[in-house]
């Protein structure tokens, strides 16, 4: 009697459990959403571009725009979303894709945020990344297949040094480089010149061919420091290599794509003290050149002289040579002006060349004009240089006479001799002095005043006009005549002889002698008309002589409406001119 | 006349040791000139400026004027009466020399004509509407007579073309003469006579300076707002200058005599 028991445990047991088990019960509890953080790569070099992604499943979700992380710019770029289907039920998963750039070297950290999805909150976890320096030796990355390099000559230079240096792009594949859309290298501390020249090249990095681009260009730093230079950012135009239908040389498209180069790490050094006092900013390597405009001249009269600087190294700096020794109530001086062509600049290998002008007025007689110096930096010698013209002999008189321009030009170190040419040279004319006034009696005008029209204009205005309005009227008397005649030659037109037929109730003579009247005139007026046309006229004409001429035809009965009706309709269907 | 005899009069009347022979125009000049020998500039330049308020033209006057100008200190004014002068005789060697030695002494600021320009600059104004306006009835009379005669009507198609072709060349020369007047004549030119001239960025005193003018320079005059000249500038620039330091190349202004000139107003009784 014991037995039933252990079935009625079971049963309760089933019964309590139930509830907790059924498919529907669970079905009926609220969906949690969920969001996951990841990152494509959470090691990226500084300027480059990194991508972290947020997972959502469960449905859209309100995501900020930025992202506020300090030293890191992170940014929404856009969302994909897709259906995932599992244990029989459907669940969308959104993926919102934030692109991330750092310009400092360090571990930075995207916090955890709080994400709205329907009507739920759900916080997302944080994420580290790190934002690391990519070095000039590992800016050659035969893995990448679009990268840029950064090249500097030397690490360690002086203030105001010209250093000349490349931005390269690399892609990979044979003329896979189309051209470099734009460049933007910026340092507060340097002065950059623009990229104006691009050389392409190719060659092998790690077994793999690659073509590049090379933009070389100058920077001067203007303070000293240590400084951190790049990365560049080169947008660089490829081959899309999803286009050209197969036919890659003929139909392929291109696209630009944005790298970031390589940082280069920077010590400027300051100019050493001592500088002399004609240094006025040059640091390189140069010559000085000095000519004056006249060399005879007046007390007060102005020469213009002229500073030909030539050399290797930052003249953008360089301000104009100064007397040797003041000239105060000697020589006056006006400031000088400089001229500095782009091309004729120095690029830091080549010589370039900048000319400096400056007014001098002698303020007392004086048998010569005084050496000019110019000082610069030599930054391979690591010295200052002072150049220094050759004093300049001049007259300075009451009477001026002209005479030639002197050019001379003193080598750095030593002197040597002057070089005369050996064949005479032609004399230009020299603008020393005003010419005298005119003494003998002037060429009088009578009057200026040509854009007068005066009464001759107007009078042949007259005489043309009254030409052509008489020929005007000439022509179209002419004309009108010429109508009239050729309209009395031709007779009466059909046009005119349709319009005079006589409707029903008329005689029958008087309306077929009309119609055949007009069928006559449409013949004249249509000698080339084609043979059917001519035929069924010529039935017409048949019919009318019949009636006209039989004497059978009843010609003074009167017409009947359908017979005019069915005529005229024969004749409103010819082509009338 | 009048007006000519009363500036001799006034010019007798100056002096009482250096008088002019005559009261004619020659006289004049000839009497400035002998100013301008013995060093008595400012009344030379008084003189010939006498001659040309009395509405008497001459390149030989505005050169001498120029000349004269310039030794009294005033670039600026020479520079105007020496480019006058070149207007009247573009062929004019003193004129040509002394605007060479005046541009490198001052380095004046000038409009680098082309060719083109200078060509146009070098045709006189009226041949434009004359040259145009010929053109035009030539047109319509080709276009007339051919409909008009039988002799023309033959070759009917012929004499309309040269009648269309007589129409553009008249639209070419009036273009041609629009452009003139309005960039190239020299009535758009000015140029600067005084010293301390700078072109600003806005009529008002206390704008920011786009460039200084150095006396001499040239400008391109677009528009006179009272006391201040919006000008064109050699360069491409543009900026606003006072009026008072630009004086136009062309027409000439009603009088050129300064105010200050020491000229008795009272006629007096001269011994020969």
Redesign the interface.
Known sequence: MALPKPPLLFLLTVLAILPITRPEARAQQPFQPTVSVTALSNRVAIGEIGVVMFKINGGDAQMPSKIAVEGLEVAFTGKESRVNMSQGVNTIQTIYSYRFRGNEPGTFTIPEIDILVGRTTVRSKALEVIIYERDESEAMDATRPIFGKLEMPKAEFYVNELLPFTVTGYVRGRNSLRDISHVKFEHENFVMKSFRNVRTEGGEIGNTYYSSAILPSTLFALQPGSFRLGPADIGIRVLDSGSGFGFSSFFSRTMIKDVATNTVNVTVKPLPNGAPLSYTGGVGKFKLAAVP?ITKISVGD?I?MKFVVTGTGNMQTMEAPRFSVAQTDIWKTYDASKKLEDEMDSDGYSEGAVEFSQVIIPEAKVDTIPPFELSYFDPSEEKYVTLKTDPIPIEVSADTAGTQSVMMERPESGSSPQNFPSSASKPTAS??????????????????D??K?GVL?YL??SV??I??FT??G??AV??WKERELRATADGPRFRDLIKTIPGPGTTRREFYQSVSDALAAWKDEHPEAPDNILQVIDRVGEKCDAILYSGAGQPNAPLSRDEASEFRSILQKLPQK | MIRGLCCAMLLLTSTSWSVPKGNDKDSIFQWANENFEQGDFEKASSSYRSLIDSGHISPDLFYNLGTSLYREGKAGEAMLWLRRAQLLDGNLPEAKQNTEFLRTRIAFLEFADDGFQLFLRGIPPGVFLWGGSLLVWLGLVSIALSFSLQRFRDNQTWWIALGIAFLMLSFVMHRLGQFRDSRVAPENFATVIVTDAVASTAPTPGSSTVIELPPGSEVRVLQVNGPWTYVDIPGNLRGWVRSESVEANWPLPEKTTPRNLDIPTEPVEIAE
Request: zero cysteines; proline letters at 5%; glycine letters at 2%.
């Open positions: 405009s102005p213009s603008y020393n002095d005003m010419l005298h006034i005119r003494t003998a009696n002037p060429r009088w005008i009578a009057t200026l040509t854009k029209k204009f042949v205005q043309f006009s030409a052509f020929l005007l000439f022509g002419r004309w």
